[in-house]
């Protein structure tokens, strides 16, 4: 009897250690799921600051010196405050440092310019993998007199298309274990930051296009100016030709053509005469075309009787010049009166058109 409760107090006192193991370890899996679900905030928060960063309209560089600034003061992550971003410059197989934080002078000489497969930097661009060392290995390249002891994550900064970008270079306390969530957490930033630098070269393209095109443009504003400069200087030289020319028959050519109306001349003389002026006036009155499109719109026939009515010429007088009777020569005057605006006026037709010329 007193063996079979001794047995029962036994199995109870198991049963409370095997209940007590089974609760610490929920509790452990709910401290691990806490502790995954703040990391996953503190994961996005980041990504989020760095993506407002991102909004500034500020330079590329600036941009990466706020984000290595950003990713190396997290508490959570085993790094020391202290790091650099490179990225592809004109020559794509060279890393250039655009933005670091707390590096020594003599780290920035030396690492100004990094060569693909150069150190774990160089390896890390030539790979497109994260390069990870715990301690200063053979493969940094790249050292010098009283550098402090560290380890290194090198994430590569890789485009959508696989191209390689750039790199970021995060500084670690010597004997760091690797840890494939810091790696995940590093990856996402980079990724970020990838579409970002995108984004960057994509404005700066299009800036660069905008200025050309604006270049063109202010060529092409300068092209039309001189064009225009050079329609209004023929348009002057035109106009003085007509002038001259114009000038020169009616001084040189109309008192010849006068004074052998006033010469004894056969009927076939008189005829050939009356034909050279009449195309005479037709050589010429293309040069009264200006007041034909300026002012009154006038028909070619209503420019050549106007440019009669000019010259004084009388009603009866242009009739027999132009071979037309008197009443068509009327018809004509009161539609060039008409076309001046001087219909139902008194004020003479030839000093009207004198004016206008």
Not at 85 to 108: N, Q, T
Not at 118 to 131: H, M, N, R
Not at 287 to 314: D, H, P, T, W
Request: net charge positive; aromatic share 4%; proline share 2%.
């Amino acid at each position: 009897m007193h063996s079979t409760k001794m047995n029962r107090k036994t199995k109870t006192k198991g049963q409370l250690q095997s209940e007590l193991a089974q609760m610490r370890q929920r509790i452990l899996q709910l401290e691990t799921a806490e502790s995954d679900c703040r990391q996953g905030y503190q994961v996005q928060a980041v990504i989020n600051r760095l993506l407002h960063i991102s909004l500034d309209n500020i330079s590329l560089e600036l941009m990466l010196e706020q984000f290595i600034d950003e990713v190396t003061s997290l508490d959570w992550l085993a790094l020391e405050s202290k790091g650099a971003i490179f990225i592809v410059g004109a020559d794509p197989e060279v890393l250039l440092l655009k933005a670091h934080r707390a590096l020594s002078p003599k780290l920035l000489r030396m690492c100004n310019e990094v060569p693909f497969g150069k150190c774990l930097c160089g390896q890390a661009a030539s790979t497109g993998t994260i390069q990870f060392a715990d301690c200063i290995d053979q493969r940094h390249d790249r050292e010098y007199q009283g550098i402090a002891p560290h380890g290194h994550y090198c994430v590569p900064i890789v485009s959508r298309g696989q191209k390689v970008l750039g790199v970021i270079t995060l500084y670690l306390k010597e004997g760091h274990c690797r840890d494939q969530r810091e790696e995940d957490f590093l990856t996402a930033v980079s990724n970020t930051l990838a579409g970002i630098i995108e984004l960057k070269h994509t404005q700066a393209k299009l800036e660069e296009k905008g200025i050309e095109l604006e270049l063109k443009r202010n060529d092409l504003e300068e092209v039309n100016t001189a064009l225009r400069v050079l329609l209004k200087k023929r348009d002057e030289d035109k106009l003085e030709l007509e002038e001259n020319l114009l000038l020169n028959i009616k001084t040189l050519v109309r008192p010849c053509l006068e004074k052998l109306k006033t010469c004894t001349l056969n009927e076939r003389q008189v005829s050939y005469l009356d034909v050279l002026e009449f195309n005479l006036l037709e050589v010429i009155s293309p040069f009264a075309r200006k007041m034909s499109s300026k002012y009154l719109n006038l028909s070619a026939s209503e420019i050549l009787v106007a440019n009669l009515i000019i010259e004084g010429k009388q009603t009866k007088e242009i009739a027999s010049l132009l071979n037309l009777s008197a009443k068509t020569i009327e018809v004509h005057r009161k539609n060039i009166r008409k076309k001046l605006g001087l219909r139902n006026k008194k004020e003479n037709l030839r000093t009207h058109l004198l004016a206008l010329l």
